[in-house]
């Protein structure tokens, strides 16, 4: 933005420009805040506190499902991602640039980008949802539409201290598509769908999910997420 302003008013050329804005805004490493030369979301050590995963792939449901992410739940990507709790977007942006960077790829063929809904009450409380950033950074780069349609219709409590059991119980009938169910069917009849979530621990939400989608005709999902617990 300062760097638009400046070009318009002053008439300066671009390298110029650039120093200027280093100067005022040197990059920053989104986790630790070193300085770094260039403007990436991670300096070299944080991008290597994280393990790099394999994807996942598994049915669901006669749903192909493959998962990618940028890493393990380790490290300065699981401290972006915890960021959202002391109400701050920033780890957001990281992760979504990191995630576009690695996996676009995978989406482009993609009919619509689906966050993982939070419960409104939730979301209303952190004034916004981690995933649905993601979501638009990687919507904005693809342009493949982002899709809000589906809704969390019961407010759950957080999964991480549940046994698989209890999530797969407790995460039954919480997704719904509102609307006009034939339209949506019309709608999502053959479809790719990617889905974005910050965390992938058993696959329980993203299963549940699906199991809406597939009542409606979807016959591929992609999950990007940042981190995988393993
Ligand atoms: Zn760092």
New binding site residues.
Partial sequence: MWSTVLRTSLHLPSTLIERIEQAIFPPL??????RMPLRVP??R???TSSRRILPLTYQHRHVTVNVYSIGAYEG?IQKLILSKNYGQAYGAQALAQLLAAEHLDKIMDAQCIMPVPLHWSRKMWRGFNQSEIIARHLSRHSHVPVDTHMHRATKTPQLTRLSITERNAIMQNVFALPGNSLAHKVHYHGAHVVIVDDVYTTGTTVKSMITVLKKMGVRRVTVLVAARVI
């Fill in positions: 490493c989104s986790s630790c805040r070193t991670l300096c050590t944080c991008q300065a």
